[in-house]
């Protein structure tokens, strides 16, 4: 479907990233992970829920052998900022002791949640820990954390599609957008 005919969801204020920007960008990392961890031992974590379309597009454009597992961490409570610290909701299967850990994030903000998984993974002494990231905002950054590959680097806006949610919806938009500013003002009033 041409990016002139994506319908364009009444929540949404404007469109950031295209799906064509995404798939190029995804391509892209695809690429950096090839090039990256030939003769390694990968294993990609996807952080759930909101990287899991990432993920998926990547899990078939990586070429070099890998593990792919899943972490589910919670820090939002609905709204659009983290209101708690970071909860780790789930285990992963995967043993990484002695592995090259590549964390698969949705969007870095605070840089809170993944400085918690970082702090978590380094118990099992993987010989690696880097973290591939669909999004950067790095004005929002409370706690010091670089991505080691950023598809996109964002100013600090509440977004929402491939992946990202606002209250648990959104993550079907097939782009990455900025929310209207009635949605989440309308929200906090009601509560
Ligand atoms: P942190 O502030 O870096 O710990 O990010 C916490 C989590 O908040 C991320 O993993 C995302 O799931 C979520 N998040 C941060 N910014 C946004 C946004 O703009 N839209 C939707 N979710 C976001
Ligand atoms: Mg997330």
């Given at each position: 479907m041409s990016n002139s005919k994506t319908t364009i969801d009444s929540?949404?204020?404007?469109?950031?990233?295209?799906e064509q920007e995404i798939a190029s960008g995804i391509s892209k990392a695809a690429q950096w992970i090839n090039d990256n961890y030939k003769n390694k031992d990968l294993v990609m974590v996807s952080i759930l829920k909101g990287s899991v379309p990432f993920v998926g597009q990547l899990m078939t454009q990586v070429t070099v052998d890998y593990q792919v597992d899943f972490l589910s961490v919670s820090?939002?409570?609905?709204?659009?900022?983290?209101?708690t610290n970071p909860e780790i909701l789930s285990k992963i299967n995967?043993?990484?002791?002695g592995k090259d850990v590549l964390i698969v994030e949705d969007i870095v903000d605070s840089g809170k949640t993944i400085s918690h998984v970082i702090e978590l993974f380094k118990q099992s002494n993987p010989k690696s820990i880097k973290l591939l990231t669909l999004?950067?905002?790095?004005?929002?950054?409370?706690v010091e954390l670089k991505a080691d590959y950023a598809c996109f680097t964002i100013p600090l806006l509440f977004i929402v599609g491939y992946g990202l949610d606002y209250g648990e919806y959104?993550?079907?938009?097939p782009y990455i957008a900025e929310l209207k500013e009635e949605v989440y003002l309308k929200e906090s009033e009601d509560k």
């Open positions: 929540r949404i204020k404007r469109i950031i990233i295209s820090s939002f409570k609905g709204g659009i900022k983290a209101a995967a043993d990484i002791t999004l950067d905002k790095p004005e929002g950054r409370e959104l993550r079907n938009l």
